[in-house]
Every structure is written in structure tokens, then in C-alpha cells.
């Protein structure tokens, strides 16, 4: 099976348990922007920061994901925006965005007025056409767990991430953890109703 399971770590070997683990994503704003520190759930040892590196044209964001001991860069997520307006985020290894180090792309497929949260994730970044997803995200961002499963089967999950003041995130052995942890960010930033944008009041659905 390829990468985010049953392979190495994208960016440090660190990151590649074989045991389940756990993880607290809180958040931590700074000057430049919105911010989360990256903990062990059991203990409390610090594993990565993420600090925002710019907000570009129309707010679209780009985050930098750190080692919070070195403080070297391990990943790089940015949103970006189609022609027509349609939103998405993109991982990268490193800081850059080259297209050779794109790890995957998180695309919002949740409807208006649904119950819940779709989102759609395509592993090196490949959204075009009619391609099924590799993963599938689904669950309430605010009233429960969301679930990380390979095609949508809940049954075949790879991780849950539930909201409370602090993102609690379970991933299961043998599944990249920066891949997951990264996508928490991406989820709350999706959700963020700090960058509004004229043609996102309408359509954005924040908080659900």
C-alpha cells in the first residue's frame, strides 16, 4: 500500500508508529496569524508548531508545519483558488510548493444545508475530473468526530479527530502521523471564519 499507510514517514521516521497514538492540536495566534502547537496527548512533549507565513491576495492563506525542537520546516499547507472560486488546500514536503514535493490535496466537498462535513483528499495532489478521492473526511467539525477513512468506508478509517478547545487527534499504527496532524490544521483552517472573503460570505459554511 503507498504512502500516508503501511510505508515510511513523508519527512521524518519520527512520525511512523507502530502503535496508536494520540495528539492535541491547540491553538496558538501569534502576530503573524493563526498558529497551533502540536502535542502528545500522553505527557504533553511537544512535536510541531505551525505558524502562518503569509496571507496572500484575496486572504488565501500558506502555513508553515516546524519541528518544535529544531524548529527546521517539515511541511508546507496553502490554500488556493480557482478561476471560478472554488477553494482547496495543498500539502507540500519541505517549504516550498514544488509539484514534486505535493503530498496530497484537501478539497471542501460539503453541501449547503448539510448535516455535517465532506471533505475530500487526493493523494499527490491529483483533483482533476472524476478521480474518486483516496480518503475521505466526514463527521460534524463542531458537534462530534470527524472520521479519516480510505474511500470513505468509516469501517476502514486511519484516524479520528474530534473538536473541543483543543483538536484531540487518534491515529491508528502504521499511518504517516505529520500527513494527519497536517490535515487537522488544513480542517480548521477551512473552517476559520477569520479570513472571510466577499465571495465566501455567502457560500462558506463556518462553524458547523
Request: overall charge neutral; aromatic content about 10%; hydrophobic content about 35%.
Amino acid at each position: 500500500m503507498p504512502w500516508p499507510w503501511e510505508s515510511k514517514s513523508a519527512v521524518d521516521e519520527r512520525f511512523y508508529a507502530q502503535n496508536p497514538t494520540a495528539f492535541t492540536v491547540g491553538r496558538a495566534d501569534n502576530w503573524r496569524g493563526d498558529g497551533f502547537n502540536i502535542t502528545k496527548s500522553e505527557g504533553g512533549a511537544a512535536v510541531l508548531q505551525v505558524q502562518t507565513d503569509h496571507v496572500g491576495n484575496g486572504n488565501l492563506r500558506s502555513l508553515v508545519v516546524l519541528d518544535a525542537a529544531s524548529h527546521d520546516p517539515l511541511l508546507a499547507v496553502e490554500e488556493f483558488r480557482s478561476g471560478d472560486g472554488l477553494k482547496w488546500w495543498e500539502a507540500f514536503r519541505g517549504r516550498g510548493t514544488s509539484g514534486k514535493n505535493r503530498l496530497f490535496a484537501a478539497v471542501d466537498k460539503t453541501q449547503f444545508l448539510q448535516i455535517g462535513n465532506t471533505v475530500h483528499i487526493f493523494l499527490e495532489g491529483d483533483s482533476s475530473g472524476d478521480r474518486v478521492p483516496d480518503l475521505v473526511v466526514s463527521g460534524s467539525y463542531s458537534r462530534g468526530t470527524m472520521t479519516v477513512a480510505r474511500g470513505g468506508d468509516d469501517a476502514d478509517f486511519v484516524a479520528q479527530i474530534r473538536k473541543e478547545t483543543a483538536y484531540t487527534v487518534w491515529i491508528k499504527p502504521g499511518v504517516d502521523q505529520t500527513f494527519v496532524l497536517a490535515l487537522t490544521v488544513i480542517l480548521d483552517q477551512m473552517r476559520s471564519p477569520y479570513f472571510d472573503t466577499p465571495s465566501c460570505k455567502n457560500s462558506c459554511r463556518h462553524g458547523r
